[in-house]
């Protein structure tokens, strides 16, 4: 991955409540580009140029300045404290939320209160080594059982009987042992798919349970120093299902998305007998088992779960006709196998792939816990949730910074990580909103991105694995100034009620898209708490107010929190508060904003800033913003009705240089607007008018975020159109629109005055300098040892760049082979490498693509998005070269399709996309 371009996901929009919307648009940012239809870069006098810095919301840590404090020495806990105020580091144990003898791991479930019960399991799956149950008293074994078992309880001691009909003899494993004297018997599965409980020995079937683990708790009978009240009487006992796994702060439950319809499979050479197993359940019953990948998807009433034997072209649907798969939740669970992929639909687009996974699929409408949770989408929607993962191997699967940075940045991002998800699903467990829903955190930058596998898998060789594991348990504390009028001594951590302590109890990221106020049409404005509390920073100071005593009744004490610890990916030389970016923010104590200097990350060796978005420009003609800020109205308010654009001013922005909430001024003719909402300054109208107008206008890059100023014409003129005219092409021709839009983005020039060349042939360093373009002129960070590139040369900064991106490798460890035609399996081969090597769902293309050649792969994900049709229905030519017409073609054909690219990729597509996904 060439992750110097990617800086991956939240790296470049931000996380945990920033903008998804940012990370979708231009994550390079510099002031290379060269656009000429929208968004202009250069010294135009005609235009209007934002001076941008900074990408992201800025509140928190920076990753790029957590990256340029460990170039230049600083240890993890000194770039914490810098980022978070006042801070200090304690293990996530000392907090009575994840402290493991408090919150219990698993919970209990009640079946039922009777006199005599049978566990048994159906009798097919009896026999050696298939089924087997574990006689407990306080973790101690006192029998084996591999014969249906009846137990009762006589009122002094228990009897745990099985009988051998073969021989007739009925044993009796608590026969003499004294450990069965007044208390609780477990009974645990150790071998075999499920156990069925019967009201007595072939009585009523009160349930079957996979894998179980039962508690027997006779009546009167002290349990912990009390005696539970709901447990019969007399010889009646309680039956527990226990250790069923469920939504708790200690083990985060992830939220992948809202989908109609998922499958669940594996890599296919992972398939085979014994390799690979799901488990098919709802309401904790096993339904089925599949060793074939298994498409779910819900009706409105129930679960279809569905394998198909290719060999024998027989669908089998698990639940059908099984009454427990309607209305309910299903889980799956990996058994068997190293990894599961989450897919759309059937050969869909891969959702994520996770390591020995359990999935709750959970409808929209159906009640969970007596209410219906309003996060699992709509109609036939229903959420995917990775459930129960231990913190420490959700951090594992957490996708934020390249795994090469420096050590300490990487702890530092751990340890962050670590606090705001822990501090977000406490918060969360305590809010009203939340207290139904299937999960803790979002697999987004709502919250943090979660790949698992992509990440897990690499913990054998990559380093932030290894941040996880040194950091271990270590999350970001603050003192948390709490008013009451009771006498401090009585505080007690433990009985204080949550939901009123501080400001960080309220989370700023429970308002997500479904909730967030339209009117401000970006999911910017995620983040945003709104409880209305009073303990606010003075703007710039830092000082604490609405502390201290209130009439002389009220007492202020200290209480130890996990700070929520936002970050993002560049602050611009300047952190922000909470009220700089989000409506309603809270400014907590430890969000200080600061001037930080080593947010441009510069590199000590070199003097070279790292990070692309320290400083960025976007220049736009007057027309255009006119005609966004028209087209852009803010619910509630009147529209502008711009006639003749004369200049806008921004005044009072923060100093961390967010204009959302600054005092923007739109000069027309004869008149000026202040942008306002509710009365109040708005600056976020002009922001959200220029990014959504941007994104659809062709070839036009949108503002890196928010932290900008404005520079207005000195000598305002009509933007000319370029008119670009080859004698060597045609309407008629297949690539006519392709080479009129790269010619207007300047992505490729004509091989001579007035004259394209469609057939001629192109060689590897012509085809080098056309992606160079498309990814908008980078300079690149690194060089390589290529002997055959010379200095001056114009391909040289091209083909440097696509060796940082592990585009090409060469065509020798000294030589990239400049004039060397280029081949149809050579292009196909740069185009997917330059996508992010995203794994082709198309098993086989062409008959001249030889399976396991290099670019088979290239050429099946070009066959699946439709960038390549083939020189025939049943030949694509790979030892062809590559025409002029045909380069453009695909890379024309590659600008529309920003699916077409991996999803590491996708926050930081090339700025001469002709699309841009969704925010």
């Known amino acids: 991955m060439r992750f110097s371009r990617s800086l991956l996901c939240c790296l470049l929009g931000l996380c945990l409540a920033a903008s998804p919307a940012f990370a979708q648009v231009d994550a390079n940012g510099g002031p290379e580009g060269g656009d000429i239809e929208g968004g202009a870069e250069g010294g135009d006098s005609s235009l209007v140029v934002l001076n941008g810095r900074g990408f992201g919301h800025a509140v928190g840590l920076s990753q790029y300045g957590a990256y340029g404090r460990a170039l230049a020495g600083d240890t993890y806990d000194k770039i914490l404290s810098f980022y978070y105020d006042g801070t200090t580091l304690a293990p996530i144990t000392d907090f009575k939320e994840f402290d493991p003898d408090r919150v219990p ?4 479930v009640d079946v039922g209160v009777r006199e005599l019960i049978a566990i048994s399991t159906p009798l097919e799956e009896l026999g050696p080594g298939e089924w087997e149950l574990s006689v407990e008293v306080g973790g101690t074994v006192v029998g084996v059982s591999t014969l249906p078992l009846t137990t009762h309880y006589d009122g002094a001691r228990w009897h745990a009987e099985y009988t051998d009909k073969t021989t007739g003899t009925t044993t009796d494993v608590c026969d003499g042992q004294a450990l069965c004297e007044n208390t609780v018997l477990e009974v645990a599965q150790t071998i075999g798919t499920r156990a069925v409980i019967e009201e007595y020995e072939d009585g009523p079937n009160l349930g079957s349970h996979l894998g179980g683990r039962y508690l027997l708790r006779p009546a009167g009978v002290a349990v912990d120093g009390a005696t539970p009240d709901v447990c019969g009487t007399g010889l009646e006992f309680c039956i527990t299902h226990s250790r069923l796994r469920r939504v708790q702060p200690g083990t985060p439950n992830v939220l992948i998305g809202v989908r109609e319809e998922i499958a669940i499979s594996t890599p296919l050479d992972e398939l085979g007998p014994g390799k690979w197993e799901l488990s098919v359940e709802a309401g904790g019953q096993l339904i089925g088992l599949s060793t074939l990948p298994l498409t779910t998807r819900y009706d409105g009433a129930r679960w279809h779960a569905e394998y198909t034997d290719e060999s024998a072209g027989v669908t089998t649907d698990l639940c059908d006709n099984d009454s427990r798969c309607l209305n309910t939740a299903l889980e799956v669970v990996q058994t068997v196998g190293t990894r599961a992929v989450v897919e759309e639909f059937e050969d869909g687009p891969n959702l994520g792939s996770y390591a020995g996974a359990r999935y709750l699929l959970h409808p929209a409408g159906v009640p969970l816990n007596g209410s219906t949770p309003d996060r699992c989408g709509t109609g036939l929607e229903f959420c995917v949730v990775v459930a129960d993962l231990d913190m420490e191997k959700y951090l594992y699967g957490l996708q934020e910074v390249p795994t090469d940075w420096p050590a300490e940045a990487l702890k530092a991002q751990a340890v962050a990580a670590r606090s705001y998800a822990a501090a977000t699903i406490v918060n969360r467990a305590a809010a009203g909103d939340w207290a139904d829903e299937p999960f803790n955190l979002y697999d987004s930058t709502a919250d943090q991105v979660f790949t ?35 006498d401090p001594t009585t505080q007690n951590p433990d009985t204080t009620n949550p939901t009123t302590q501080n400001p960080d109890t309220t989370n700023p990221t429970t308002q997500n898209p479904d909730t967030t106020n339209p009117t401000t049409e970006s999911p910017d404005t995620e983040g945003s708490a709104e409880d209305g509390s009073s303990q606010r920073t003075d703007d710039e100071t830092g000082d604490v107010t609405g502390s201290g005593t209130q009439n002389g009744e009220a007492t202020v004490v200290n209480e130890p929190r996990i700070a929520q610890a936002f970050y993002s990916s560049s602050n611009g030389g300047h952190t922000a508060k909470p009220s700089d970016v989000w409506s309603g923010g809270v400014d907590l104590p430890f969000l200080v904003p600061k001037p930080d200097p080593f947010d441009a990350a510069v590199d000590p060796e070199t003097g070279r800033a790292r990070n692309p978005n320290a400083t960025w420009t976007r220049s736009y003609s007057i027309a255009e913003l006119t005609r966004w800020l028209n087209n852009y109205t803010v619910g509630g308010e009147a529209p502008l009705n711009i006639t003749s654009l004369r200049g806008i001013d921004i005044a009072n922005a923060p100093k ?18 202040t942008l306002r909402r509710n009365g109040e300054p708005y600056g976020a109208w002009l922001f959200y008018a220029i990014w959504r107008g941007c994104k659809t206008a062709q070839g036009c890059r949108p503002p890196v975020g928010s932290q900008f100023t404005i520079e207005w014409p000195t000598n305002p003129a009509p933007e000319a159109v370029p008119v670009f005219e080859f004698s060597d092409l045609s309407p008629d021709d297949y690539f006519y629109e392709p080479v009129l839009w790269a010619a207007n983005e300047e992505v490729v020039s004509g091989a001579a005055p007035q004259r394209l060349g469609p057939h001629d042939q192109i060689n590897r360093a012509e085809f080098a300098e056309i992606l160079w373009r498309f990814e908008g002129r980078k300079r690149p960070h690194k060089r390589n040892n290529f002997e055959d590139i010379a200095a001056d040369a114009s391909y040289h900064d091209a083909v440097h760049l696509l060796t940082e991106y592990r585009v090409t490798t060469g065509t020798s460890p000294t030589t990239f082979s400049p004039e060397m035609t280029l081949t149809r399996a050579q292009a196909s081969t740069f185009l997917w490498r330059f996508a992010g090597t995203p794994e082709p769902n198309v098993d086989s293309t062409f008959e001249d693509v030889p399976a396991g050649s290099y670019y088979s792969d290239a050429v099946r994900w070009m066959v699946e998005h439709g960038i390549t049709t083939g020189t025939s229905p049943t030949t694509f030519s790979p030892d062809n070269p590559t025409t002029r017409a045909e380069a453009v073609t695909f890379i024309w054909r590659l600008a529309g399709l920003p699916d077409a690219f991996a999803a590491w990729v996708r926050p930081m597509l090339p700025p001469k996309m002709r699309t841009m996904p969704n925010s």
Request: overall charge negative.
């Open 452 to 486: 698992g596998w992509a990440r897990e898998s690499g913990c054998v060789w990559h380093s932030w694995c290894d941040a996880v594991n040194e950091t271990a348990a270590e999350v970001v504390v603050y003192q948390a100034e709490i008013a009451t009028n009771e």
């Open 656 to 673: 961390s240089g967010h204009v959302l909430f600054a005092e923007v001024t739109v000069h027309d003719a004869g008149r000026s607007v």
């Open 105 to 108: 791991e698993t919970v209990d």
